[in-house]
């Protein structure tokens, strides 16, 4: 069992930055890949981005690449996703999960989730 904390949302004006975290705790030594997934309101869960828990790996959507930096930290348990250059159609539920192995961008693979952190973005 594996439990995932997201942190660090909020409101910005288009063209900010915020970093967000997430808290691993459990079984963390089975985890393989930390992955983020954004809702908007009324869409689908959009695979953002991904890293290997080794941080050698990593993987981005087309729409937030140049932009968004995945990054972890072992000692602390916590992965990172840095949002520079954020616009209003960022806007969403940014959420945390855990894969046993690399699927990247399929969420209905990922075995555990966070509770989500409100990232909205202004004009």
């Known amino acids: 069992q594996v439990q995932l904390i997201e942190s660090g949302g909020g409101l910005v004006q288009a063209g900010g930055s915020l970093r967000l975290s997430c808290a691993a705790s459990g079984r963390t030594f089975t985890i393989y890949t930390m992955g983020w997934f954004r809702r908007a309101p009324g869409e689908g869960r959009e695979f953002v981005a991904a890293?290997?828990?080794?941080?050698?790996?990593?993987a981005y959507a087309d729409s937030v690449k140049g932009r968004f930096t995945i990054s972890r930290d072992n000692a602390k348990n916590t992965v990172y996703l840095q949002l520079n250059s954020l616009k209003p159609e960022d806007t969403a539920v940014y959420y945390c999960?855990?894969?046993?192995?690399?699927?990247?961008?399929?969420?209905?693979?990922?075995?555990?989730w966070g509770q989500g952190t409100q990232v909205t973005v202004s004009s």
């Open positions: 999960a855990s894969s046993n192995v690399w699927r990247v961008s399929e969420p209905n693979k990922y075995n555990y």
């Open positions: 890293i290997s828990w080794s941080g050698f790996t990593t």
